[in-house]
């Protein structure tokens, strides 16, 4: 494959935008800002809990705060693969971390305005910049090294997602939660003037943990700021044999992929994959409390720490597997054991049901990163990885949609646990499509 100019006295850049070799500092640097979208990611779980009961809302009413999140991802993609297009990667990561930064200060006026709604904005505002983020960094650190190994790079990287998720679950139980107890049974007994008073003063522990989190992101964006960044830029030779950056038009990209059969199905496994964690994220907390009337929020919330916990287990596991035997395979086994602890969970009416969805964490493990990483191998032509990367995280509309359609189970049922088929119907499917593609590899070989 042609080269370019040299870039570092390590690495050069290939023409079609991977490296000949990780730069490992720069790897370093941009893997440490996936934890940060994990850690408000599972924020959210707790700030649902909080919400249902300070402003009484039935559980597809609290699926809008994942709407809310999901839906910023969804309409932020495109823009955001625009912008690494006409700039670079390292623009769009830190024009990601400043809406970050902006999202978790609009938390201060909206604990005062105390209003359903304005929560939702600044959970929005994070959302844009966190869009900014995955857009940017998946497809980023899959293009940091040598195209063979672009897979177990994002692997790698998203691994830390878990420490992330697992910090802010516990900034959460002990910032927000704190020793309030069950916050629904202590609300229940409160009316007028008095619950509305007592529910502000709750909300206000909102802001704890985001000003931890403030910091964080002030001193990653510093960071990045002063660090020089390679361009992982496809690149295409003029007549006067120079080397310049491809930038295909959107509409050009569109009709690209649209063409691309293997990336559609992969962006639609993305989709139901985003609405299937999310659910079963979105409402375990939940779960415990219906199942054990006498734990309190926070020893609810432990239960999140577990799934964390076995998540990043899960994915140090898959990581192992996957460089000994076939990418697909494992996923494939990975999905159906996968499906069937939810099955597990949804039929089994004590806490054995919670402990089998915390298990389902264990196999959510290698499946976003390893989906995502599939399906951007389909896109052969490079030229088109920023849009191609763009559309895939878009795809995490399904943990808007999912959790909404959960909900609404969950009220029509009279039952949380039985809700549950939504995420074991999603992964059924997510199941069969390793199994196909594993089928395509082998008749391939």
């Given at each position: 494959m042609q080269s370019t100019v040299k870039q570092s006295s390590s690495w050069t850049q290939l023409s079609d935008g991977y490296l000949s070799k990780t730069p490992i500092f720069q790897y370093i640097i941009v893997s440490l800002i996936f934890p940060l979208w994990g850690a408000a990611a599972s924020l959210n779980d707790i700030l649902i809990t909080q919400f249902k009961t300070v402003f009484q809302l039935n559980d597809a009413a609290t699926a809008f705060v994942q709407s809310a999140f999901y839906g910023g991802y969804f309409l932020i993609a495109i823009p955001a693969s625009l912008i690494i297009k006409k700039h670079s990667y390292k623009f769009a990561i830190m024009m990601g971390l400043i809406f970050y930064i902006l999202g978790c200060a609009i938390f201060f006026p909206a604990s005062q305005v105390a209003t359903y709604s304005m929560f939702l904005v600044?959970?929005?505002?994070?959302?844009?910049?966190?869009?900014?983020?995955?857009?940017?960094?998946?497809?980023?650190?899959?293009?940091?090294?040598?195209?063979?190994?672009?897979?177990?790079?994002?692997?790698?990287?998203?691994?830390?997602?878990?420490?992330?998720?697992?910090?802010?679950?516990?900034?959460?139980?002990?910032?927000?939660?704190?020793?309030?107890?069950?916050?629904?049974?202590?609300?229940?007994?409160?009316?007028?003037?008095?619950?509305?008073a007592y529910g502000e003063k709750m909300l206000q522990l909102t802001l704890r943990p985001y000003k931890y989190i403030?910091?964080?992101?002030?001193?990653?964006?510093?960071?990045?700021?002063?660090?020089?960044?390679?361009?992982?830029?496809a690149l295409s030779t003029t007549n006067d044999d120079k080397e310049v950056e491809d930038r295909p038009s959107l509409k050009d990209t569109i009709?690209?992929?649209?063409?691309?059969?293997?990336?559609?199905?992969?962006?639609?496994?993305?989709?139901?994959?985003?609405?299937?964690?999310?659910?079963?994220?979105?409402?375990?907390?939940?779960?415990?409390?219906?199942?054990?009337?006498?734990?309190?929020?926070?020893?609810?919330?432990?239960?999140?720490?577990?799934?964390?916990?076995?998540?990043?287990?899960?994915?140090?596991?898959?990581?192992?597997?996957?460089?000994?035997?076939?990418?697909?395979?494992?996923?494939a086994i990975y999905s159906l054991l996968g499906t069937i602890?939810?099955?597990?969970?949804?039929?089994?009416?004590?806490m054995i049901a919670v402990y089998a969805a915390i298990m389902t964490s264990f196999f959510f493990g290698p499946e976003w990163p390893t989906i995502y990483a599939h399906t951007l191998d389909k896109v052969?032509?490079?030229?088109?990885?920023?849009?191609?990367?763009?559309?895939?995280?878009?795809?995490?509309?399904?943990?808007?949609?999912?959790?909404?359609?959960?909900?609404?189970?969950?009220?029509?049922?009279?039952?949380?646990?039985?809700?549950?088929?939504?995420?074991?119907l999603c992964y059924l499917y997510i199941t069969i499509y390793f199994i196909s593609e594993h089928r395509r590899e082998k008749k391939l070989a």
């Amino acid at each position: 494959m042609q080269s370019t100019v040299k870039q570092s006295s390590s690495w050069t850049q290939l023409s079609d935008g991977y490296l000949s070799k990780t730069p490992i500092f720069q790897y370093i640097i941009v893997s440490l800002i996936f934890p940060l979208w994990g850690a408000a990611a599972s924020l959210n779980d707790i700030l649902i809990t909080q919400f249902k009961t300070v402003f009484q809302l039935n559980d597809a009413a609290t699926a809008f705060v994942q709407s809310a999140f999901y839906g910023g991802y969804f309409l932020i993609a495109i823009p955001a693969s625009l912008i690494i297009k006409k700039h670079s990667y390292k623009f769009a990561i830190m024009m990601g971390l400043i809406f970050y930064i902006l999202g978790c200060a609009i938390f201060f006026p909206a604990s005062q305005v105390a209003t359903y709604s304005m929560f939702l904005v600044a959970i929005f505002a994070i959302a844009i910049g966190l869009s900014f983020l995955e857009t940017s960094c998946d497809t980023y650190v899959s293009m940091l090294g040598p195209k063979k190994s672009s897979t177990i790079r994002l692997n790698l990287s998203q691994t830390l997602i878990p420490l992330g998720d697992i910090t802010g679950i516990l900034l959460g139980k002990f910032l927000i939660f704190g020793s309030v107890g069950n916050l629904s049974e202590k609300m229940s007994h409160m009316h007028g003037a008095a619950r509305i008073a007592y529910g502000e003063k709750m909300l206000q522990l909102t802001l704890r943990p985001y000003k931890y989190i403030l910091a964080v992101l002030v001193i990653m964006l510093i960071i990045f700021a002063i660090t020089p960044m390679p361009k992982a830029k496809a690149l295409s030779t003029t007549n006067d044999d120079k080397e310049v950056e491809d930038r295909p038009s959107l509409k050009d990209t569109i009709k690209y992929l649209s063409k691309n059969s293997g990336f559609k199905k992969g962006v639609f496994t993305q989709f139901i994959y985003a609405g299937l964690q999310t659910t079963v994220w979105s409402f375990t907390i939940r779960l415990v409390l219906n199942l054990n009337h006498h734990i309190t929020d926070s020893a609810a919330s432990t239960f999140m720490v577990y799934s964390y916990v076995a998540w990043f287990i899960g994915k140090i596991v898959a990581n192992y597997f996957m460089t000994k035997y076939s990418i697909t395979k494992v996923l494939a086994i990975y999905s159906l054991l996968g499906t069937i602890a939810l099955v597990i969970t949804f039929t089994i009416p004590n806490m054995i049901a919670v402990y089998a969805a915390i298990m389902t964490s264990f196999f959510f493990g290698p499946e976003w990163p390893t989906i995502y990483a599939h399906t951007l191998d389909k896109v052969t032509d490079k030229k088109y990885t920023e849009t191609a990367g763009a559309i895939i995280v878009m795809a995490l509309i399904g943990g808007a949609l999912m959790p909404a359609i959960q909900g609404i189970v969950s009220d029509i049922t009279g039952s949380m646990q039985l809700s549950f088929i939504v995420p074991a119907l999603c992964y059924l499917y997510i199941t069969i499509y390793f199994i196909s593609e594993h089928r395509r590899e082998k008749k391939l070989a």
